[in-house]
């Protein structure tokens, strides 16, 4: 019994060590950093919206503000660049908090790879030791990459001195598995990721930091200067 279960904790350990070594040989190969920037582009243009809907709604309520003066008012408009900066400049420094797409995709890859047997894992830790795994990698990289970012650099080009093997390993199961895994499913998994993060951003923002960027405008330009 005490020998078959010992059996059992090095073989997991072992498939453990060869989980982590396939993960450290392929996760370049997915463009986390493209994911990234898109993600980042993304929030930039949703921080946009919310900012000059702020402003919109303070110059609003400065035109329906029967307390203000008339020189009070237009001196509250000519400085509304200031104010949209300041807002500007407190969303940006929000857009990356809690989110790391490197350690996600990380966290992604050792859960996938898991789910493979020893058998295949061991296959695909032997072919991406080889410079036709390496070149695979970085040609689906480059191809996932140039749609992201929507770029209208030249298509990638397979290195042909490997195109024959690479061929070879996407045709065979467990390659066109592994395939599936890295650029399909670990794409579907990040999306997802992004899409949680952002409603609990949004949810959890905190608007008296908004709320007090504004008060201390109002107190800035309310005394005739």
Do not use: C
């Amino acid at each position: 019994g005490s020998k078959v279960v010992l059996a059992q904790k090095t073989a997991l350990l072992n498939k453990s060590k060869q989980v982590n070594q396939l993960v450290q040989l392929t996760i370049n190969g997915f463009p986390s950093e493209s994911y990234e920037n898109a993600f980042k582009s993304a929030n930039g243009q949703l921080f946009s919206e919310l900012r000059d809907e702020l402003v919109k709604s303070f110059a609003d309520g400065i035109d329906q503000d029967a307390k203000l003066s008339s020189a009070e008012k237009q001196r509250y408009k000519e400085n509304l660049p200031e104010l949209a900066e300041k807002l500007s400049s407190l969303f940006v420094s929000k857009i990356g908090e809690g989110i790391d797409l490197k350690k996600w995709t990380k966290e992604i890859l050792l859960e996938s790879y898991s789910k493979f047997t020893i058998a295949e894992i061991n296959k695909l830790v032997v072919f991406f030791k080889k410079p036709a795994g390496a070149s695979f990698l970085k040609y689906n990289h480059d191809v996932a990459d140039k749609a992201i970012s929507k770029s209208d650099a030249s298509e990638p080009e397979v290195d042909l001195q490997y195109a024959v093997e690479m061929e070879k390993f996407l045709k065979s199961a467990v390659g066109n598995k592994f395939y599936d895994t890295l650029m399909k499913t670990t794409a579907e998994k990040i999306n997802k990721r992004i899409e949680t993060w952002r409603d609990g951003f949004l949810q959890g923002l905190d608007r008296s930091e908004f709320e007090t960027i504004v008060n201390e405008y109002k107190a800035k330009y309310s005394t005739k200067g």
